[in-house]
């Protein structure tokens, strides 16, 4: 029964380069979410997504972010031309259809660094 | 949204019940008061959500007086395996967006 799978748990870049992080929801649950977490801060939403739809991106960079969670594989967040202050934990969480409490399941985390 | 406060940080001993207190003074009426748990590396964990009185489940109990201006998680007989960042979230139930502070960063010695 596996949970949430993100991967890669670290990844390092240098700047300009892209990152690219993966997420694999609870098997089931069709409502994704991205999360960043600077150091000493609580997770700030970026972006919600169901298969192939964004339904909220109010929370994510106008430029070089992307998301994605196509119909099938896993979702992805993309991040071009990376920059220093891009370094964080970002989370993805999943959540089933029709969850009555605000309970998202969580991975994780990568842990992106820029250097 | 409604915005939380909560203790920076709070200290206790093995076998102690702590009570983290939460402040959510502009409450929506059809907000809801969630907790999650967070450890070092790694993702935030549902701990328990209510409406109003009290909710009690096999972890933790919340306790939300009849303003539902403020919320207190309790945790029973806590372990060094509490030690964690308790995050306190108001927001309407089921609703897609998770709204996080500082969260309160709850040491347990022994």
């Known amino acids: 029964n596996a949970g949430v799978m993100q991967n890669p748990r670290h990844l390092v870049r240098r700047r300009g380069q892209e990152a690219r992080l993966r997420c694999s929801p609870v098997k089931g649950h069709s409502h994704v979410y991205w999360y960043r977490q600077l150091p000493e801060e609580g997770l700030k939403f970026m972006v919600y997504?169901?298969?192939?739809?964004?339904?909220?991106e109010s929370g994510m960079p106008k430029e070089r972010f992307s998301a994605e969670f196509p119909k099938e594989g896993p979702s992805i967040l993309r991040i071009q031309q990376v920059v220093r202050g891009d370094s964080a934990a970002y989370f993805c969480?999943?959540?089933?259809?029709?969850?009555?409490?605000?309970?998202?399941?969580f991975g994780p985390g990568t842990r992106l660094t820029v250097l | 949204l409604a915005k939380t406060t909560q203790p920076i940080s709070m200290d206790s001993y093995e076998g102690q019940e702590v009570n983290i207190t939460c402040s959510h003074n502009n409450i929506a009426t059809n907000d809801y008061i969630t907790w999650y748990q967070q450890f070092p590396s790694q993702g935030p964990r549902f701990i328990i959500q209510g409406y109003k009185t009290k909710v009690t489940n096999e972890v933790a109990s919340l306790f939300i007086p009849a303003d539902r201006k403020s919320s207190t998680l309790s945790l029973p007989r806590v372990s060094l395996s509490d030690t964690a960042v308790y995050y306190c979230l108001v927001g309407l139930s089921g609703y897609s967006t998770l709204t996080f502070g500082k969260g309160t960063m709850l040491l347990v010695s022994p």
């Open positions: 969480a999943s959540s089933p259809l029709d969850s009555p409490y605000n309970e998202q399941f």
């Open positions: 997504l169901q298969k192939e739809n964004i339904i909220d």
